[in-house]
């Protein structure tokens, strides 16, 4: 990726007290999962309503005004639930969904979708599934050990989680280095209290 390129999406951050119980979440994971899993870095878990992907700096402008003139004031409430994964046989990506307001959440994402729509990104077809990424299986590991790990993700009893009001989105760059994505945030919304 060239300098004028940019790795974006848009995500709702969340609180302090729901990424620390994260961060205790994948560590009795990390305990129990017996192999190398890549973990995504507690402080870098978020809600992910659109993924972006590499978009030339030149239209930078162009999607913050999408989203400023789009993303009216809410509120959802939603708490982590049940961990699940990407990829069936071969387990690729371990999450955690979410339960509470996922009708308003389900309609922020369509917000969100319909907003960057008319300045080039194309509407996802797929239902929004609300999760927080966890983990990544890294390619390397064989099938008997995804299916190891796919037994623990499907018995894995989440702990009780913290409640938190989602009240903001954020429009963040994703720069991939050696250790793992680092996330800068370049604009919220809505950008006052709601």
Known sequence: MDSSHLRLFVACELPEILRSALAGLQADLRDRAGVQLRWVRAEGIHLTLKFLGEVNESR????????????????????PAKLGGFGGGRLKVIWVGLEGDLDELGQLARVVERALAPVGFEEESRPFRPHL???RVPDRLGNDQRGELSELVSAFE???????????LSLIRSVLGPGGARYETISTYPAGPS
């Open 60 to 79: 930078l402008d162009q999607i913050e005004s999408a989203l400023r003139g789009s993303v009216e004031p809410f509120d959802v409430g939603v708490r």
């Open 133 to 135: 990424t966890l983990a």
């Open 158 to 168: 989440v702990p009780a989680m913290p409640d938190v009001r989602l009240s903001q």
